[in-house]
Antibody, heavy 127, light 113 residues
Framework: QVQLQQSGPGLVKPSQTLSLTCTVSGVSVSSGYVYWSWIRQSAGKGLEWIGR???????NYNPSLKSRVTISLDTSENQVSLKLNSVTAADTAVYYCARGTTSGGAPERPAEYFQYWGQGTLVSVSS | DIVMTQSPDSLAVSLGERATINCKSSQSVLYSSNNKNYLAWYQQKPGQPPKLLIY???IRESGVPDRFTGSGSGADFTLTISSLQAEDVAVYYC?????????FGQGTKVEIK
């Protein structure tokens, strides 16, 4: 059974870096045809896809955040990590990690619907 | 970006009655090469992450009750709850996975009348 457990600080100061970790159990983060994604949810912007990393390590980011985001895999710890730098109050949100399923899509246009989610981490940006 | 617009923003339905939620995308999410609609629906209850209900616009996720039905094609989609139960009170979201960035609708809150 796939489970995603998130960890990381709930409070980050403006201009600093937000760092969250998603520890995966039940499957290896480096195997299979899946994406590991980060999604955030704020009152103002609803659900916002931040970006993803494929099991191969290839990444894609939302252009609106691309200059500030890094998503990485730690295969030794079976974890997916998110770093968002230069945060402001607008980055205050609940952050989720999620596993995106690619099956059923065309090779040149794979699927990405989210079957498994972490529990969510509320991150507030405040001094 | 593909903009997903849901309607209504909220609705109140009597127990046992039908609830219908609409989702419109700013461009078609139908991929002609495989004739599939790249559209999913989620249910979110307070304090919980979204839960996948429907993918490929109409395929029910394992374990999802058959009172939930997804339909539509191209740019217009519907999620129908055929007979509303108390446990269905939640916010429902559509999501397109046709293009990046992936985008979600703003959500529709379903309540009991």
């Amino acid at each position: 059974q796939v489970q995603l457990q998130q960890s990381g600080p709930g409070l980050v100061k403006p201009s600093q870096t937000l760092s969250l970790t998603c520890t995966v159990s039940g499957v290896s983060v480096s195997s299979g045809y899946v994406y590991w994604s980060w999604i955030r949810q704020s009152a103002g912007k609803g659900l916002e896809w931040i970006g993803r990393i494929y099991t191969s390590g290839n990444t894609n980011y939302n252009p609106s955040l691309k200059s500030r985001v890094t998503i990485s895999l730690d295969t030794s710890e079976n974890q997916v990590s998110l770093k968002l730098n230069s945060v402001t109050a607008a980055d205050t949100a609940v952050y989720y990690c999620a596993r995106g399923t690619t099956s059923g899509g065309a090779p040149e246009r794979p699927a990405e619907y989210f079957q498994y989610w972490g529990q969510g981490t509320l991150v507030s940006v405040s001094s | 970006d593909i903009v997903m617009t849901q309607s209504p923003d909220s609705l109140a339905v009597s127990l046992g009655e039908r609830a219908t939620i609409n989702c419109k995308s700013s461009q078609s999410v139908l991929y002609s090469s495989n004739n599939k609609n790249y559209l999913a629906w989620y249910q979110q209850k307070p304090g919980q992450p979204p839960k996948l209900l429907i993918y490929w616009a109409s395929i029910r996720e394992s374990g999802v009750p058959d009172r939930f039905t997804g339909s539509g094609s191209g740019a217009d989609f519907t999620l129908t709850i055929s007979s509303l139960q108390a446990e269905d009170v939640a916010v429902y979201y559509c999501q397109q996975y046709h293009s990046t960035p992936r985008t979600f609708g703003q959500g529709t809150k379903v309540e009991i009348k």
